[in-house]
């Protein structure tokens, strides 16, 4: 540790007698870090000083959840088909007893989710429009 502190000391001489902390770009450099370390601290001083009760944190939890939706989260499957005569054969073949998750497999366009039966996973309501909506922006 010594040793390392000395290294820099003597770095640091040599490297104001070549005067590279007047540079503009070194300036600029340490004016940046000078701000990130203020703050850093700053932010430290205020989380400490303004810890949140239980109760509070129960209320933002609580209203957040209320925001996704109320904590509903749904599990969602789907075959992907091309028209509506494949929709309508496949509705009556389920309602028939034919197992969603097979049909899937064997006529589902989707690459993702018609290997594995359809599962699209769980999500909330504005995941799901979340999703479409990043989904139509790509295509």
């Known amino acids: 540790m010594r040793q390392e502190l000395v290294n820099r000391e003597i770095l640091m001489q040599e490297a104001?007698?070549?005067?590279?902390?007047?540079?503009?770009?070194?300036?600029?450099?340490?004016?940046?870090?000078?701000?990130t370390v203020v703050l850093r601290a700053l932010i430290e001083d205020f989380v400490k000083n303004n810890v949140p009760t239980d109760a509070e944190i129960k209320a933002r939890y609580d209203d957040m959840v209320?925001?996704?939706?109320?904590?509903?989260?749904?599990?969602?499957h789907h075959i992907l088909v091309d028209n509506e005569a494949q929709v309508k054969d496949l509705i009556a073949k389920i309602k028939a007893g034919a197992s969603f998750e097979d049909l899937a497999k064997q006529y589902s366009k989707d690459p993702g989710s018609g290997k594995n039966g359809s599962d699209l996973a769980w999500s909330s309501p504005q995941g799901v429009l979340c999703r479409s909506l990043a989904q139509r922006l790509r295509s």
């Open 16 to 35: 104001m007698r070549r005067g590279i902390a007047a540079r503009p770009d070194v300036k600029a450099q340490i004016a940046v870090a000078q701000q």
């Open 66 to 76: 209320k925001q996704v939706g109320g904590g509903k989260k749904y599990h969602l």
